[in-house]
């Protein structure tokens, strides 16, 4: 089992960026692939981004193409997710999530065996 701890949410004004970290403690980071997903208050989680577990192949959604960019440092178990231009819409809670395996960019939420404990991400004026 991998334990999971986001970090660096927070209140950003539309346009600004915010990185958050996905540190990861317990077995090998390296076997994972990450994804990132997001949730609101009444709605489901919502799939963000995904990157191997080499990190030489990544996936997003639609609205985080071109604005977020997700990474990974194994050698300190920790992924990343850049957010840039950020909107009002990109406000929820962002949660990092793992699984083992062979690297699949289509896995939907239930098929992720770790999370965290997610971290708020606020942006307003």
């Known amino acids: 089992q991998l334990q999971l701890a986001e970090s660096g949410g927070g209140w950003v004004q539309p346009g600004g960026s915010l990185r958050l970290a996905c540190v990861a403690s317990?077995?090998?980071?390296?076997?994972?692939?990450i994804a990132w997903f997001r949730q609101v208050p009444g709605k489901e989680r919502a799939f963000v981004a995904v990157?191997?577990?080499?990190?030489?192949?990544?996936n997003y959604a639609d609205f985080a193409r071109y604005r977020f960019t997700v990474s990974r440092d194994n050698s300190k178990a920790t992924a990343y997710l850049q957010m840039n231009s950020l909107r009002s819409s990109d406000t929820a809670v962002y949660f990092c999530?793992?699984?083992?395996?062979?690297?699949?960019?289509?896995?939907?939420?239930?098929?992720?065996?770790?999370w965290g404990q997610g971290t708020q991400v606020t942006v307003g004026s």
């Open positions: 999530a793992a699984v083992r395996g062979c690297y699949s960019a289509t896995l939907p939420p239930d098929s992720y065996t770790d």
């Open positions: 317990g077995r090998s980071f390296s076997d994972y692939q």
């Open positions: 990157i191997s577990q080499t990190g030489d192949l990544r």
